[in-house]
C-alpha cells in the first residue's frame, strides 16, 4: 500500500473492490478495514486510494442532444417513452433512463458518469419509503 501511494499507483480511479484485490489479495478486505483504525480523518480513505464511490449503474438511451432528461421507475414506460421521444422533432427531453424502482437512490451518482450530463431531470415514478431510504457511509457520505 505505502509503494502504490509513493508511487502514484492510485492516480486512475479503480472501484473498491478491484482497488482491495490489487492491495490485499482478497475484493471485500478494503471494506472491512473501513470501520478500523486505519480510516480516517488524517489516515486512509477512499479517495486517497483512488476507490470509486460504489453506484449502481443506471440505464439511460440519449434520443436528442441535450441534457434535459427523464427518468421512469418502471421498464414498460422508459421503452414506451424511448420510443416516443426518439421519433419527435420537438422533444421535451434528450436522454431517457430506466431507474430501476427502488434503485434510483442508489444510481443517481451514475449520471455523473455520462455524456452528455444532464442538465435537468424528471423523474416519472414514486419514492416511496423503500427507494428514498437513506444510511450514512465514512468514505462517501450518503447512499442507498
Known sequence: MHAGLVHGDFVEPAPMKYRSLQLTGDEKRLATWMGTS???????TLPLL???PDVLPLA???VGDGGRMVIFENAGPFVVARGV???MSDR??????YGAGGSIVASLGHL????????????VGDLDRAGSRW?????HGRRN
Open 85 to 87: 421521444l426518439a421519433g
Open 135 to 139: 444510511r450514512r457511509t465514512p468514505a
Open 50 to 52: 483512488g476507490c470509486l
Open 60 to 62: 439511460w438511451e440519449a
Open 112 to 123: 455523473l458518469t455520462i455524456e452528455p450530463r444532464p442538465t435537468s431531470i424528471a423523474y
Open 38 to 44: 486505519l480510516f480516517g480523518p488524517g489516515r486512509l
Open 92 to 97: 421535451p427531453f434528450d436522454l431517457v433512463g
